[in-house]
């Protein structure tokens, strides 16, 4: 059984026992959280939400904190003007534990 769920804005399919970063959640690591499920499907049988499946329920432990990789944004012009900057996003490690339909 997998399903198809929403958070920080970005949709992800998942089954039980997946591993996934998602944009930053509040928590600690050991905590649970839950998921929109947009879409459920199984061996034949799907169920898709308007806009959420009522019912339905993917759960998640939270298995760590960290930041990605950083991203480098430079800029240069041809006077010997340039500008450099950096940014790490952070994210929530989440391994699934449950997907309910």
Known sequence: ????IKTGGKQYRVAKGDRLKVEKLGGDV????????LLVGGEGDVKLGK????GAAVEGEIVGQGKHKKVVHFRKKK?????????RQPYT?????????
Not at 30 to 37: C, M, S
Not at 51 to 54: A, D, N, Q
Not at 79 to 87: L, P, S, V
């Open 1 to 4: 059984m997998y399903a198809v």
């Open 30 to 37: 050991g905590g649970k959280v839950q998921f929109e499920v």
């Open 51 to 54: 806009p959420v499946v009522s």
């Open 79 to 87: 006077e010997g003007w340039t500008k450099k900057r950096g940014h």
């Open 93 to 101: 490690e989440v391994l699934i534990t449950t997907v309910r339909a």
